[in-house]
């Protein structure tokens, strides 16, 4: 299972992300169509381990969460939700062990057509590929 997946099974997996987003969380963009407040996540870089002996285990993907809600209250409530489920995580998940994820980055955004408010999450994510 990839990381990404792993961070998916993460937020689905979180009761309070759950009621806010139900399985609206989508790769690369949230469709046009989609209920809101909807996630999409996005792998920025893919940072790969390294030791004297060359390649190890070690990944340290740097992903993106895009929250769109109609209102920015929903916006904010889902990114609070993200953020304590995510940040500081350790422990399995997904097949994956994860050593540590941090919330690095938060920038907001807006468009007019449809009036769409936006939060966006750059997270690090430390694991050990299984």
């Not at 209920?35 to 381990?49: R, T």
């Not at 399995?92 to 449809?114: C, T, V, W």
């Amino acid at each position: 299972m990839s990381a990404e997946t792993a961070l998916v099974e993460l937020l689905t997996s979180d009761p309070t992300v759950a009621a806010l987003v139900g399985g609206r969380i989508y790769p690369n963009m949230i469709p046009q169509d989609a209920a809101l407040p909807a996630i999409a996540y996005q792998v920025l870089s893919s940072e790969k381990g390294y030791t004297h002996g060359g390649p190890n285990a070690g990944k340290n993907p740097y992903v993106q969460l895009t929250i769109e809600g109609s209102s920015y209250a929903s916006t904010m409530a889902v990114c609070a939700a993200c953020e304590a489920r995510l940040s500081g995580y350790r422990g399995l998940m997904g097949g994956e062990h994860f050593e540590a994820i941090f919330l690095e980055n938060e920038f907001d955004g807006f468009n007019l057509e449809p009036a769409v408010h936006t939060r966006r999450q750059d997270y690090r994510l430390r694991f050990k590929e299984s």
